[in-house]
């Protein structure tokens, strides 16, 4: 498992490969836990806005969507789920199932978010103010733009 990712110029768009899960740093102290995200070190992106999820009804399918320019990085704060990625020519399947786990990934991926524990909260950090132009909403584009590399 890999403990950073580092390297702006290093990014490789459109493929599952760079997308991982990263162990966040954990101070443990008789007090309980704290995890860190930090720019340049457990991330390669500044993160320009966060967003959480909770509430989610059993059965819960969210995502649905790729994104054009936006990395992130996603954390099971509370409970679990799992993240399946599509680059239009592999899928991969990802769980969260500890907040010192980060899901990392970059754009001109395809993701579902399935299987949500009850009681699971869910924290985005993402590289880009809120766009709609960024998004994928139809996986056919997606799949078309995925596959000739635009
Ligand atoms: P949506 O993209 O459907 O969430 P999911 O990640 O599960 O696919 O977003 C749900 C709604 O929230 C949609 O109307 C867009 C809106 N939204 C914002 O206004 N700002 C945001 O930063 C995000 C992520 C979503």
Known sequence: ???????DA?????RIEPCRVV???EIVDARGS???VESGKEIDF?????????????????????????????IAVHGR?????DDGFSTRTFV?????LGL??????????????PGTVGLWLVSEPYDESDYYRDYDEFLRDARSGA
């Open 96 to 100: 969260l199932d500890h907040p010192r």
């Open 34 to 36: 704290l995890c860190v």
């Open 46 to 74: 500044d993160v320009k806005r966060a967003y959480y999820m909770f509430g989610m009804p059993p059965g819960t399918r969210r995502g649905g969507h790729g994104h054009r320019r936006l990395r992130q990085l996603i």
């Open 81 to 85: 789920f799992e993240v399946k990625v």
């Open 1 to 7: 498992m890999s403990s950073s990712v580092n390297g």
């Open 23 to 25: 162990e966040l740093p």
């Open 104 to 117: 990392y990934m970059t754009p001109m991926v395809w993701r579902d978010m399935v299987d949500f524990t």
């Open 10 to 14: 290093d990014v490789v768009v459109g």
